[in-house]
């Protein structure tokens, strides 16, 4: 069974850092396309980052110079590398990976349990 672990998540002033990631099991799938949200408390999950398999990047106009999307493929993990963050930040924030064993064509969503980030005094 494919897994992924999410984690990074914290209480953090603002304008400080943290580090999301997201770790895939199974080392025989590749992670192709990653897909970041966030959903506030009480609110729908919104759109954050994305980064597609050949490399290109997107960002909500709300993080875009602060947020940055990545992927380790050697260890089979993506992160979501947030800086200068905000109150208006604060949420559960979510990972959607899609991954892909080509010699077995099989090709998986995922998505991590979430991890809570909490930007207060």
């Known amino acids: 069974q494919v897994q992924v672990v999410e984690s990074g998540g914290g209480l953090v002033q603002p304008g400080g850092s943290l580090r999301l990631s997201c770790a895939v099991s199974d080392t025989s799938f590749s992670i192709n396309a990653i897909n970041w949200y966030r959903q506030p408390h009480g609110k729908q999950r919104e759109f954050v980052a994305r980064i597609t398999g050949s490399g290109i990047t997107n960002y909500t106009d709300s993080v875009k110079g602060r947020f940055t999307i990545s992927k380790d493929n050697a260890e089979n993990t993506v992160y979501l590398q947030m800086d200068s963050l905000k109150p208006e930040d604060t949420a559960v924030y979510f990972c959607?990976?899609?991954?892909?064993?080509?010699?077995?064509?099989?090709?998986?969503?995922?998505w991590g349990q979430g991890t809570l980030v909490t930007v207060s005094s």
């Open positions: 959607k990976l899609n991954v892909g064993n080509i010699h077995m064509r099989r090709y998986l969503e995922l």
